[in-house]
């Protein structure tokens, strides 16, 4: 399976330090992009060349003179020591082929001579792939950059020209023109690619289990590691095989990619996390604001309070001391009066005794004639105090402002779920058109279940109505089933809330007026006699309501809900191909609970009203019909 390389390929120029001049020993990289030997820049750093001046101590890059005020951390660059030390062993190879073959060295020849007819002569047996050596001079060409110095062309007058010539083939590299040239040194065993079995297995790799030689080669088609006998055998004729050594660092390669995008991925998170607590602060913040401002609108409000409680316990007592002084005035006078009388009436006693009768003509006259008095008859001291009238007034205005008051705490939450309520998606009215017709079935209802005639509305009575027991019918439980049954397609309701889903069955139930209900779907096979385990396992997804305040899935033990607004009108919705089931306040546009199963049955809605035993649940439930979001 020997290839042909191409002839146009790099000289050994190209791979060369150029501080020793020498191809490149363990070569690392400057910030700047240059390369060199590791001893080399290391041994060019330590012997002061390091520039600056008054004291001022910097590093310079041999080549561009840029500077570094820090020693700059150098690393081994692995793809580029790969690609060097592949090139030394290709040079070595054909220089060993030539001498097996009997060919008699020129001791004038120069040994660029030998690396480049190496490269540019045809693949023999057991060198590299083309496909290898391309990858490599790609990678190798990512490497370098503008500022590289590369010197220029062989001059045709040397004794061993190449042609074609590698840099006419590469035009960003040109073979340096160094004044000095030397051999170079000796090199360890060349490894050669080959798909008849590796000449000379690297030790470092581990041994094929059933051949015993190095696993130099990947299988991608199976996604496993052979040895070159391996490749040759049924087992992986044909299929896409290729060098372990550059599989690896392809993968590397990969790695590092995936290593990126999860360091992006990590700063995005560490910005959400920043984020999130910028957040919290702010919302602390407001918090405390909301607070502080509170607090100080009900101090002024309890200070009003106070106040026009002054003022009304002012208004009873001046009112109080207007009566009291009439009373008193009227006392006086009447005091005045009865004075006046007692004189009188001692004037007629001492009068009625007297013997001498000149005397009682003469003042007889005077003491028997009418007396003017002041008629007292509808005189009386009155006051709109005694008619509790006060009292009364503030216990109206108290009941108004508490009842006022409680609805506040309720208020401020609605305030904040309307801010909180996305916009209604434009999407959603295209998907309203699928809202699901729901009406009762009366052949499931339970005998105490009430239907109206539109079938729109179902209360529980107080007496067993006579129905005939057919199978379909709850005996036990106060329910009922609709008519309609769902297991695909598309239905829709409220915009806001599923403005994505599709092949799903909805609906929405008026529950404002009760106390207790249960709400969701049912298998049409479930169990409708006698005792009912309500549960997913048992046919039933539906939440319920108790003491009109308690919310819960049925699960076994039932899922506890916290429901913050109380929901007058519930939607249900339906996704019986994704196996999803929601459960929305409507008006307030929340998602109250999400169920996922796998609905393998046809499903109906299920209601049951509940029974009426508290006096307040007589309220029934209504399904409404879905209002369309423009």
Not at 24 to 51: E, K, L, M
Not at 105 to 126: I, V
Not at 143 to 169: F, I, R
Not at 361 to 386: G, H, I, N, R, Y
Request: hydrophobic share 30%; proline share 8%.
């Amino acid at each position: 399976m020997a290839m042909a390389l191409p002839s146009t390929f790099l000289s050994e120029d190209q791979f060369s330090c150029s501080i020793c001049l020498e191809v490149f020993n363990n070569p690392v990289s400057t910030p700047c992009g240059h390369s060199f030997c590791q001893a080399c820049i290391s041994s060019y750093w330590d012997g002061g060349r390091r520039g600056g001046g008054g004291g001022t101590k910097f590093y310079q890059c041999p080549l561009c003179k840029e500077s570094f005020p820090k020693r700059p951390e150098l690393h081994i660059n692995r793809t580029l020591k790969e690609i060097t030390e592949q090139f030394k062993q290709m040079a070595n190879a054909r220089i060993l082929t030539d001498r097996r073959a009997g060919g008699v060295e020129d001791p004038n020849s120069h040994p660029h001579h030998h690396y480049h007819s190496a490269l540019c002569l045809p693949q023999r047996p057991g060198e590299m792939p083309e496909s290898v050596f391309a990858e490599m001079i790609t990678r190798f060409q990512r490497l370098q950059t503008p500022e590289m110095p590369y010197a220029a062309l062989p001059h045709s007058s040397d004794p061993h020209p190449q042609s074609p010539s590698p840099v006419n083939a590469y035009p960003p590299f040109q073979a340096q023109n160094n004044e000095h040239h030397y051999p170079p040194p000796p090199y360890s065993p060349p490894r050669r690619y080959s798909l008849s079995g590796p000449s000379d297995s690297s030790p470092s790799l581990p041994l094929c289990p059933v051949h015993l030689r190095g696993l130099e080669f990947f299988c991608r088609t199976d996604n496993a590691c052979i040895c070159g006998v391996c490749v040759e055998t049924a087992e992986h004729r044909g299929h896409n095989v290729i060098p372990i050594k550059r599989e690896w660092h392809i993968k590397k390669s990969q790695l590092g990619i995936a290593e990126v995008e999860l360091k992006d991925l990590i700063c995005e998170r560490e910005r959400k996390v920043e984020e999130i607590h910028s957040s919290l602060r702010e919302i602390q913040a407001a918090a405390e604001r909301e607070t502080e401002g509170t607090v100080c609108v009900f101090s002024k409000l309890i200070s009003n309070v106070e106040r026009r409680q002054a003022e009304v316990l002012e208004v009873i007592e001046t009112t109080w001391r207007a009566a009291e002084r009439r009373a008193q005035s009227l006392l006086r006078e009447l005091e005045e009066e009865i004075a006046e009388l007692k004189k009188r009436s001692t004037a007629l006693s001492q009068l009625a005794l007297s013997e001498d009768c000149v005397y009682f003509l003469k003042m007889f006259p005077a003491l028997s004639s009418p007396q003017q008095a002041k008629d007292w008859s509808s005189v009386s001291v009155a006051s709109e105090l005694t008619s509790g009238v006060i009292l009364k007034t503030v216990n109206q205005m108290m009941e108004r402002f508490q009842e006022e008051i409680r609805k506040l705490p309720e208020v401020c939450q609605r305030s904040l779920s309307d801010q909180s309520v996305p916009r209604p998606n434009p999407k959603t009215r295209r998907v309203q058109e699928y809202a699901a017709n729901i009406t009762f079935d009366p052949n499931t209802a339970h005998s105490r279940i009430i239907i109206s005639v539109d079938g729109k509305q179902v209360h529980c009575g107080d007496r067993h109505q006579p129905v005939p027991d057919n199978p379909e019918r709850f005996d036990r439980v106060v329910c009922v089933l609709a008519r309609q049954g769902f297991n695909s397609g598309r239905h829709y309701w409220e915009p806001a809330l599923c403005s994505e889903l599709y092949h799903a069955a909805v609906f929405q139930v008026e529950v404002g007026g009760k106390t207790d209900w249960d709400l969701g779907v049912a298998r049409w096979s479930v169990n409708r006699k006698g005792k009912i385990t309500v549960s997913p396992a048992h046919g039933y997804w539906f939440i319920s309501l108790r003491d009109q305040t308690d919310y819960a899935f049925r699960t076994e033990p039932s899922t506890n809900l916290t429901v913050n607004l109380r929901p007058s009108r519930i939607g249900i919705y339906v996704d019986c191909d994704k196996g999803l089931l929601s459960f929305y306040n409507v008006e307030a546009r929340v998602l109250i609970y999400t169920f996922t199963d796998n609905f393998s049955d046809t499903i109906h809605p299920f209601f049951s009203p509940c029974t009426n035993k508290s006096g307040k649940n007589e309220a029934p439930l209504i399904i409404c019909p879905v209002e369309m979001t423009e």
